[in-house]
């Protein structure tokens, strides 16, 4: 079966019958969460019920988000629109200023609350176990969600729901999930070539596997608390990362270890359980699909597609943006296809490094590269993130080179697939009114992120 016709695979039939009984829709999110899980692969983590669900459902290999960081990725999935589009692309913006979403632009609890569904942004759901009720959009949302739990709705009546858990993201997670039985040991854990060989550097990320293994246990109270309530067969349940991993080149950047998420699409009766798509998606055609399985028109406008059925539409590239991120003011956009990924940074004068006090807080690697980088100890891979600028321009081959370290920018070999990603790139900026080109002023910068006054220059 070839890629047109796995996406097509979802039967007319089927969608009408789903639309017909209301099917409800559940996500499952998971903050700061890679593809760090057993069935992706990853040996250093233990994901039994992620895994459970992954059998039952179509398990995508090539998602990404939009954004590498929660707030403008999930303004962006939240209405299936570009951040970039709607002028919620800077990193915890517009929270007191008023700012409105441009006409058409509407969150997705609203579209389905007016087709009937009770909405809910799920906080308890067992002993020690809850959703955080996030939301985290850059612009004031009046009441996103109608409650807190799928059996607040009336008899009858579908729901669509979000459960927001938090355990992957740096923090209280990663103390309480320390407190777990059979921690994962620093010594077996992988790291990229970009990586030292260091204690804390392996405890890190060994830490970081220990959370995906607390989230791992919150997933399986969730689905046990849907078959108990008699909902999993009338419930589409998509589970998937808000961005990448919170670990140094990943979370806040355009590598793939920053936006590349799992997606796994639970639709019974619809989707062949196991199945598995390598087809590039954007966490975008979650937005489409939902509203799809629910048989709410998708709007005009919209930059989502649908993942399954006759309306869906493969893409080729897949397009992700930065912007300032805390009190980190940066400008970023990456062009992906199956093969290459191109990043243009528009202003490489500033160095991966520049001071960003949640980085410099909660990410021990980068003090240990910092350290390591000082005294001459790290190789040339290595060395690259601690560089005092940027590249205009990085391609890399992913085939060849799924870390992202080789840079092609410059080789001939390499011109014709870069000027074509470029040029994509270029289309897709025009095409979006990506709005990045409007800087944001100082006096604003310091208000939405008041540490930012603090920070060092850049």
Not at 181 to 202: G, I, S
Request: contains cysteine; aromatic residues 10%; hydrophobic residues 35%.
């Amino acid at each position: 079966m070839n890629r047109r016709q796995a996406i097509a695979a979802l039967s007319a039939p089927a969608i009408l019958k789903a639309q017909r009984r209301k099917l409800n829709v559940l996500w499952i999110l998971g903050d700061d969460l890679g593809p760090f899980l057993g069935c992706y692969g990853y040996p250093a983590v233990r994901t039994p019920n992620i895994d459970r669900l992954a059998g039952e459902s179509a398990r995508f290999t090539h998602a990404f988000t939009t954004a590498p960081v929660c707030s403008a990725s999930r303004s962006a999935f939240n209405t299936g629109v570009y951040q970039t589009t709607t002028g919620t692309h800077n990193h915890r913006s517009h929270r007191n200023d008023g700012y409105t979403l441009p006409a058409g632009v509407r969150l997705i609890s609203d579209r389905f609350r007016d087709a009937g569904y009770f909405t809910a942004n799920v906080l308890d759901l067992a002993p020690g176990v809850r959703g955080i009720g996030k939301t985290d959009f850059n612009w004031q949302a009046k009441k996103p969600f109608d409650g807190t739990h799928w059996n607040q709705r009336a008899k009858d009546q579908p729901f669509y729901a979000q459960i927001n858990f938090i355990a992957p993201h740096k923090g209280a997670s990663f103390t309480e999930s320390r407190k777990q039985k059979n921690l994962v040991n620093p010594a077996t854990v992988p790291l990229p070539p970009f990586y030292p060989d260091h204690p804390v550097v392996r405890d890190e990320v060994a830490n970081y596997c220990d959370a995906v293994h607390l989230l791992d246990m919150q997933v399986g109270v969730t689905l046990d608390l849907l078959k108990k309530d008699g909902l999993l067969d009338n419930t589409a349940i998509f589970f998937f990362g808000d961005n990448g991993r919170c670990l140094i080149r990943g979370k806040q950047w355009l590598y793939d270890a920053g936006t590349h998420v799992p997606l796994m699409v639970r639709w019974p009766e619809a989707v062949a359980k196991g199945s598995v798509r390598e087809d590039l998606v954007s966490i975008l055609d979650v937005t489409a699909q939902s509203l799809e399985c629910a048989g709410i028109p998708i709007p005009e406008n919209f930059h989502g597609r649908p993942l399954f059925g006759s309306k869906a539409k493969p893409r080729d590239f897949v397009f992700t943006a930065r912007d300032r991120c805390d009190m980190t003011v940066d400008r970023i956009r990456a062009a992906r296809s199956k093969r290459y990924k191109y990043i243009r940074n528009f202003m490489p004068d500033r160095p991966y490094t520049q001071f960003n006090e949640y980085i410099t807080q909660q990410y021990p690697t980068q003090r240990v590269m910092k350290e390591l980088h000082a005294q001459g100890k790290l190789n040339a891979v290595q060395s690259l993130f601690m560089a005092d600028r940027k590249p205009p321009v990085e391609f890399y081959d992913l085939r060849e080179d799924p870390h992202e370290i080789r840079n092609l920018a410059n080789s001939p070999a390499h011109k014709a697939a870069l000027a074509e990603h470029s040029a994509r790139l270029e289309s897709w900026i025009k095409e979006t009114k990506d709005k990045g080109e409007i800087p944001e002023t100082r006096e604003t910068i310091e208000r939405e992120e008041p540490r930012a006054k603090d920070a060092p220059k850049a």
